[in-house]
């Protein structure tokens, strides 16, 4: 069942395009795919981690510290995805007028909602390693095929009054349903309590900031206010790293003074 879940995912994330391109012509479908480019890297890192978590899921299924293994992965994760995905939304515009063609500049309002779409996309990845470490193909399907059914639903539905941003609201909406679906399954099959919570809020987060880079272009008082955002959830995922690096550099100096002593 692992080949048609591939199958299904590489419908989620391409089926707004066919949409936009047979409905709204292909000037539009051309402004959307240069819109995807940025936010494909992080798809691209994603499936890096995939691979990798798979393997170091699987060595680890039969482990009595498995949960809270799993737990520690999934919290650094989730931490490293919202800190990188803030500061890419913060300066897309900036990094737009370096990888998008001056014909296509304009799709970059785009850019900070598919990055979100991409941070959630990139969460549901960890679930992934769960599901194909337990052999779960059927949980791991289910969601797949969900997922894709509400983009296309959305798209179609929203492609005429909002063009393009109907595949940003499918996109969002349908990994946002994928990503809830599996947290469920893996916490009523698994036992795994993962610290959701946070990562809602930062999601919250993200979404809000995205919407203020993208209205606050040109004035002052709103990208502030995004830029305040942005160093909030900067803080609340790497603080805690920031302080272990300090304390390890710094036991070495207390142990060379205590034998100067």
Known sequence: LLIPNSILWWLNSSASRYIILFILGA???????????????????????????????????KNEDRLSFCNDIYNKFSDLVFAACTVVVQFSYLISTFVLKKDFLQGWVYVPFLIAS?????????????????????????????????????????VKPLGIWSAVVGGNVSNLVILLMRENMTKKNLGLKLRMKKTYLSLALLLAQSALVVVGKGNLLITAISFAICAVLVVIHLLPYVKMALEMFSKPSAAAETEGE
């Open 27 to 61: 000037g539009v479908a051309g402004i959307y795919s240069a819109s995807i480019k940025i936010p494909s890297i992080i798809n691209l890192l994603a499936t890096v981690f995939q691979q990798a978590w798979q393997y170091t899921s699987t060595k680890t299924r």
């Open 118 to 158: 991409s941070a959630i996309s990139t969460l549901s990845v960890y679930f992934y390693g769960l599901f194909t470490a337990e052999k779960d193909s059927k949980s791991l399907m289910s969601t797949t095929v969900i997922g894709p059914l509400v983009n296309i639903v959305l798209c179609l539905a929203l």
